[in-house]
């Protein structure tokens, strides 16, 4: 089984635009969010070549999708790119007695010729408490599934099975430990994480079909003192699983295209601060119903059925919270944060420091953009290409902008 995270790109030696024929872009394929979307308005110059239309890869062009969560105003939660002719689908869900995992989003997209396919699910959240004999195996506590740890592979042998399991044929043939699959899904780091991929074969339709699952393993233990002693809670589970499918023999060969869609996810700061917001409003009125006297299971349904009664309340709540405090997008000394990072991917741009310009913006499918510093560009993939040697004029090499 391959290592699920390699990914290469065809272009052109070179692309140019002179300045100014090239209008603000878009992702191709969809519109740019706009309900709550982080687009940075200030003008800026784009320079885009009529060839880019994005990754290309395997004789496919690949266009942005984008998972919106309803529930929060139509805020877009994350975008990813897929083949053009492939059909997308997400779905963000929110339950709010869930207070430890208030949140489910999955995402897919589906190759209508034939099984191929890529899903994105919800992470598997899960518990388990020392001394034991507070909950049953296997149920749900506030969001989180209360579960003996177990080690990588077995948990996502385990998650395969329940996703794929009562497929004609199921059988699992191998697993393999990827130390490098967080950053390659661009996930935080942290000390107790491991990347785990698992491959397993089944029917669909009465044809053979490839499957592979991967996922970010965590655990974490937590220390409690309190009357009876010290208790200890571990956290763990499996953050950002997904698959790729597709009819047996061909998984292999389209690896590419599907690490290529894994690997372009990209997380909406807005969103993400809008999250933590949540968690934290969630927090505070689950400990005032705990003062009021509920029990915690009683008090988390109390607390759902109070905002499910009034989500317009709960909305601006959140949105005079995310006016009077920092928004989560980091912001560098050159004034672009995050949130504009994020602008950039969803549109297939790059934002360099032009000296003409100020700032300019170039299709990101090329990672080299030079100008000449009166508004003409050349832009390449080939590292070694310099347009000083082939061209007049004195040309340099534009650095992305911070």
């Known amino acids: 089984m391959g290592s699920g995270v390699c990914c290469c790109f065809l272009f052109r030696r070179f692309s140019s635009t002179a300045a100014g024929s090239g209008g603000r872009a878009t992702a191709a394929g969809e519109a740019a969010p706009s309900a709550g979307a982080p687009v940075n308005q200030t003008p800026k110059h784009v320079n885009e070549s009529s060839e880019s239309r994005g990754l290309y890869l395997d004789g496919e062009h690949f266009t942005v999708r984008t998972?919106?969560?309803?529930?929060?105003g139509g805020m877009p939660v994350a975008v990813f790119v897929a083949p053009e002719h492939w059909v997308s689908h997400s779905q963000v869900i929110w339950n709010y007695a869930d207070t430890s995992a208030p949140v489910h989003a999955s995402a897919g997209a589906e190759n209508p010729a034939d099984a191929q396919a890529f899903y994105l699910f919800p992470s598997l959240d899960l518990f388990w408490l020392l001394p034991t004999g507070y909950y049953r195996q296997g149920q749900n506590y506030l969001g989180q599934i209360y579960a003996q740890p177990m080690r990588p592979e077995a948990l996502l042998a385990k998650f395969a099975e329940q996703m794929r399991g009562r497929q004609p044929g199921f059988r699992v043939i191998g697993s393999k430990s990827l130390p490098g699959l967080a950053a390659a899904l661009n996930l935080p780091a942290s000390n107790a994480q491991q990347g785990v991929g698992l491959k397993v074969s089944y029917e669909l339709d009465g044809k053979?079909?490839?499957?592979?699952?991967y996922g970010v393993y965590y655990?974490?233990?937590i220390p409690y003192d309190g009357p009876q002693g010290r208790t200890w809670q571990t956290n763990w589970g499996l953050i950002a699983p997904h698959s790729f499918r597709a009819p047996a023999g061909v998984l292999d060969r389209r690896r590419e295209v599907f690490t290529a869609i894994s690997r372009s996810i990209r997380?909406?700061?807005?969103?993400?601060?809008?999250?933590?917001?949540?968690?934290?409003y969630l927090a505070e009125q689950f400990n005032l119903q705990l003062q009021a006297g509920y029990d915690q299971i009683a008090a988390a349904g109390r607390l759902s059925q109070q905002?499910?009664?009034?989500?317009?309340?709960?909305?601006?709540s959140i949105d005079s919270r995310l006016k009077t405090s920092p928004n989560g997008s980091s912001v560098t000394a050159g004034g672009r944060g995050s949130a504009d990072k994020f602008d950039d991917y969803v549109r297939g741009v790059e934002t360099t420091d032009d000296p003409y310009y100020g700032t300019s913006q170039h299709a990101n499918t090329e990672g080299y953009h030079w100008t000449d510093g009166y508004g003409s560009y050349r832009n390449t993939n080939d590292g070694s290409a310099n347009p000083n040697q082939t061209e007049t004029g004195n040309w340099t090499l534009m650095q992305t902008t911070r």
């Open 67 to 72: 998972i919106i969560d309803r529930q929060q």
């Open 307 to 316: 905002i499910s009664a009034n989500n317009d309340a709960l909305l601006a």
């Open 219 to 221: 655990h974490a233990d």
């Open 267 to 280: 997380r909406n700061p807005a969103w993400q601060a809008r999250l933590a917001a949540v968690n934290q």
């Open 208 to 213: 053979p079909i490839e499957e592979e699952f």
